[in-house]
Each structure stands twice: as structure tokens, then as C-alpha cells.
């Protein structure tokens, strides 16, 4: 099946940066999701992106479906404690039932 | 509005006991519905997928299967438990345009 590669693998900021963090495939998807999830907790939906070159926001949280339909990248600006958390993108082809992660990125904020 | 259980939170099994992991999604129907395991500080393993009843994709070999008897019901068993099966297991359903995760199970094989 198809897999994602997710960039950085872990993440070490200052409360009140910016951040970055991307996803990459060899395959088209048709739909980007982006999760957070808390430890010990199921992942939580942060955003869905529908159309390439969509642009979405959601608060501090921006995402991105890139124009080839096989990347995606997730900003995150002025960086609080409470952002924490790993991070996930994934993926949902055409046919919507091969839904793939990538591994996560691990974002530690420094007060 | 749409939720999905899962349950139990935690479990711990000795090696060699069966398994039943049952997760159930209400509010929508005919639902795809997944199955993932994490291992700790890692990422999310696709083990099972099912787009309706009866019908179930498996990603991994293992020691695990996968039932789904009702359309809102997706069930992870295994007969005899490894040490290896440990780890954080979640359940999933998808819309088609969106995907929504359980609480997990923490299962320790002891």
C-alpha cells in the first residue's frame, strides 16, 4: 500500500515559535488529514484537505493539500505548551479505504 | 452527531490467553472501519480495514484477526496472545472524507 513519509521526526521549540512539519507520498491522494494526538489517547482530528492547493486553517494551525495531490504540510504558529503531542498526517486514496499515516512528528515546546 | 467506542481502555493478558477487542461507531452507517496498532513513542500500523459487513483486509500476518458481524461493529481477536502483541491498539471509522479514532486500548502481555 501506499506510505507516507513525515518530516521532522521530532521536533524541539521555544514557546512561541512557529512550526513546520510535513508529508510526502509516491501516490495521489484524494484527501490530507492531519491529527494530534495526546499520550495515552486517540489521535484528534486537527484538519481535513479536500482540493490540491487547498489552504486550511484552523486557529493557530494552518494545512496545506499540495499541488501535485502528494504532499501536505501542517504550520503551527506562536507554539504554546499545550501543542505537545504527536502529530500525524494521513492520507485517503480515490477509493477511500486504504487510509495511511505517516510516523509522526513529536513536538516538545520549551516554556 | 457521530461517536465511536472502544473498549477496554486497559487490559492485561498472560501470554498464550485469547483476545477480544470490540469497537462500535453510532451516528452513521456503513461506516469503513480500521483497526491500528501503536507501539510506544511510534507510529500508527494498519492491521485491518473492513468496508462492510463480513468483509475484512488484512495489511500484516500475525497472530491477530479481525470480525465485523454488524455494520457498526468491528472486532480484533486472537486465540493464543504473544509478548509481541503488546501495545496501544485503535479503532477507526471513515466517512469516505473524513476519519475519527477511539480511546485505544492499552493491552500488556504479560
Known amino acids: 500500500g501506499q506510505q507516507l513519509n513525515q518530516s521532522p521526526q521530532s521536533m524541539f521549540i521555544q514557546e512561541g515559535e512557529d512550526v513546520s512539519m510535513n508529508c510526502t507520498s509516491s501516490?495521489?491522494?484524494?484527501?490530507w488529514l492531519w491529527y494530534k494526538q495526546d499520550p495515552g489517547e486517540g489521535p484528534v482530528l486537527l484538519i481535513a484537505?479536500?482540493?490540491?492547493?487547498e489552504l486550511t486553517s484552523n486557529g493557530r494551525l494552518t494545512a496545506q493539500f499540495g499541488i501535485t495531490r502528494k504532499d501536505s504540510f501542517l504550520n503551527i504558529s506562536a507554539s504554546i505548551p499545550s501543542d505537545v503531542g504527536i502529530y500525524f498526517c494521513?492520507?485517503?486514496?480515490?477509493?477511500?479505504?486504504?487510509?495511511?499515516f505517516g510516523a509522526g512528528t513529536r513536538l516538545t515546546v520549551k516554556p | 452527531s457521530q461517536t465511536i467506542h472502544q473498549w477496554p481502555a486497559t487490559l492485561v493478558q498472560p501470554v498464550g490467553s485469547p483476545l477480544s477487542l470490540e469497537c462500535t461507531v453510532e451516528?452513521?452507517?456503513?461506516?469503513?472501519l480500521y483497526w491500528y496498532r501503536q507501539a510506544a513513542g511510534r507510529g500508527l500500523q494498519l492491521l485491518f480495514y473492513?468496508?462492510?459487513?463480513?468483509?475484512i483486509s488484512s495489511e500484516v500476518p500475525q497472530n491477530l484477526s479481525a470480525s465485523r458481524p454488524q455494520d457498526r461493529q468491528f472486532i480484533l481477536s486472537s486465540k493464543k496472545l504473544l509478548l509481541s502483541d503488546s501495545g496501544f491498539y485503535l479503532c477507526?471509522?471513515?466517512?469516505?472524507?473524513?476519519?475519527?479514532f477511539g480511546q485505544g486500548t492499552r493491552l500488556t502481555v504479560v
Open positions: 477507526a471509522w471513515s466517512s469516505g472524507t473524513e476519519a475519527f
Open positions: 473492513s468496508v462492510g459487513i463480513g468483509q
Open positions: 494521513a492520507g485517503l486514496p480515490y477509493n477511500n479505504n486504504d487510509m495511511r
Open positions: 451516528g452513521t452507517s456503513n461506516p469503513n
Open positions: 501516490s495521489i491522494f484524494n484527501t
Open positions: 484537505l479536500y482540493k490540491a492547493g
